[in-house]
T-cell receptor
Framework: EDKVVQSPLSLVVHEGDTVTLNCSYE??????LLWYKQEKKAPTFLFML????IEKKSGRLSSILDKKELFSILNITATQTGDSAVYLC???????????FGTGTRLQVTL | NAGVTQTPKFQVLKTGQSMTLQCAQD?????MYWYRQDPGMGLRLIYY???????DKGEVPNGYNVSRLNKREFSLRLESAAPSQTSVYFC??????????????FGDGTRLSIL
């Protein structure tokens, strides 16, 4: 059975801090690992990672995948209150491209 | 710029009632998915449709049925609602095909309460 574990479950930081969110997995037929941000409604896509060691970057957010050790990290530098959200990690497997989600990390950024 | 549209946004049902959740996408995607999200559980796949005319069970299909009405629309039906089906339901879509590896795009969800 495919398994995705995120840590920590929740995190409170001060604005300006740097945070690292973790995602480890055990899946068969790996195709890609995705990160989503969920505020009040729909999860919104952040990154898709398919190859080890290649960092994806978008502004203050970056992510990297290690397919040997079966984990990914999502880094957010100089956090802002607008970064407060649940961050979801998902594994895409098989030809039907189904997603298996972790339970998410709830990040709260305070002033 | 609609993307994935779900209706209704909120619904309260009594145990035993039936209901259909509607989902439509305007991105010409082949694949569509239904998830439920419960506190502490993440999103779990209920059913998916890899292409028009096909549907398959996901992780938690019991108590649900689906219909892929056409390429745009994918509905989820609760035939006899139970309190355990109280949840937030998300529809998603993605392109699908040989060599295509693209993210899923989500609707805003339907918050369903069953009393």
């Amino acid at each position: 059975e495919d398994k995705v574990v995120q840590s920590p479950l929740s995190l409170v930081v001060h604005e300006g801090d740097t945070v690292t969110l973790n995602c480890s997995y055990e899946v068969t037929n790996f195709r890609s690992l995705l990160w989503y941000k969920q505020e009040k409604k729909a999860p919104t896509f952040l990154f898709m990672l398919t190859s080890s060691g290649i960092e994806k970057k978008s502004g203050r957010l970056s992510s990297i995948l290690d397919k040997k050790e079966l984990f990914s990290i999502l880094n957010i530098t100089a956090t802002q209150t607008g970064d407060s959200a649940v961050y979801l990690c998902a594994l895409r497997t098989g030809t039907a491209s189904k997603l298996t989600f972790g339970t998410g990390t709830r990040l709260q950024v305070t002033l | 710029n609609a993307g994935v549209t779900q209706t209704p946004k909120f619904q309260v049902l009594k145990t035993g009632q039936s209901m259909t959740l509607q989902c439509a996408q305007d991105m010409n995607h082949n694949s569509m998915y239904w998830y439920r999200q419960d506190p502490g559980m993440g999103l779990r796949l209920i059913y998916y449709s890899a292409s028009e005319g096909t549907t398959d069970k996901g992780e938690v299909p019991n108590g649900y049925n689906v219909s892929r009405l056409n390429k745009r629309e994918f509905s989820l039906r609760l035939e006899s609602a139970a309190p355990s089906q109280t949840s937030v339901y998300f529809c998603a879509s993605s392109p699908q095909g040989a060599g295509i590896n693209q993210p899923q795009h989500f609707g805003d969800g339907t918050r369903l309460s069953i009393l």
